[in-house]
């Protein structure tokens, strides 16, 4: 059991973890995309090396090419960027990016706010079903929405989950059009000393935010006994603040604190009092008419870096890469099976290469699915980059 959860080891598994388990082939052909619009070549990758040494620019033109360098430097952990019209380099100043995939980082961190069960580093499954929501919500729009195809979800390794979008169009897409995907996710606004994140207006909601508050709503009751929102005088203090209206606020609070402090039973009395306030108050609607969806998405909608996804230039941990302080892989999935998800399921390296460990047989297992997960997604994609370029030609061709 020793040999679990030791950075020293690293430097002599690594070698064997890319050569044994790490889907080099899969993962150039992913990158490549089809060589569209540029080859693997133009590809930016970085490493991180043991003792923090960050080096950029990297570049591989085949999976030879790629063995040879993750056994030359073997990074502890191994990022992706953009895709240059030129083979990255540190010297070249006129490098202009042609590609990136479209890109989203949620962490459980920028849930420290509102997690109970776990802070900071920490993660548990209490809390990955908030990753639950983040990825279900995002990726229905995603499809939805935004009409895009090929979808690719990555555990990062500690305490969240990023997204890759790989279609043509999201890869090509400009910093204004990445930045309005971006702030049309974003429903929660604002830093640590406002009480209130989230304003819906007095409208008819707009239909993706109905749709997003219904995906909440399957698991509202599940995290609110998870978290206990409302258990504390504390916490009972932080869903008071975000009730605009003083009268109705005030009832909340003297019904409430009376009462035993159960979270969900707090929340379903709070939504009664609502209910019969909003009757017998008509004039209250325009301040608190969504008052109980905005409270919902305050706990549990995505809470976006939206940096990463506004730039071009932002480097992302790599799908399988290594988490150097948990030994974590960073496993892909597919998101409808997040929820099944189990954190101490997911493979480490250590699991990985120790057959003497209890959980190796299991976790080669999933380190397989994972792998096919991968495939699946990189072979849609070459399928609809063969499709885009077959109905370029023939537009070219009736010219
Ligand atoms: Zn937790």
Known sequence: MVAHYDENLLSDMLPVYYTRLFPQNIFCRWLACGNSPQPLSNRELSFTLADDVYIRYLSISNQKEFQALLQKKCPYKLD???VYNNKPSISRHDAVVLAR???????LTDYDEVRTCCQEAKVCDKCWKFMVIACEIIHTSLKDDFGFQNILWVFSGRRGIHCWVSDFEARTLDSPGRGAIADYLCLIIGGDNQNKKVHLGVDNLHSSIRRSIGIIDKYFDEVMLDQEFIGTPERLQKLLKMIPDETLRDIVENNLTKMPQSSLERWKSFVNIYDTYLRENGNAIRKIKYLLEEIKIQYCYPRLDVNVTKGFNHLLKSPFSIHPKT??????????????????EIPTIYTLLDDSSPDNVQHQNNMRSAVKIFQEVVFSLEKAEAMR??????????F
Not at 101 to 107: H, K
Not at 327 to 344: C, E, I, W, Y
Not at 389 to 398: F, M, P, S, V
């Open 80 to 82: 992706i960027g953009a």
């Open 101 to 107: 995939e479209l890109v989203f980082d949620i962490d």
């Open 389 to 398: 370029r077959r109905n370029d030609a023939n537009t070219t061709l009736e």
């Open 327 to 344: 030994g974590k892989v960073s496993v892909v999935f597919k998101p409808n099976n997040a929820r099944n998800m189990k954190l101490d």
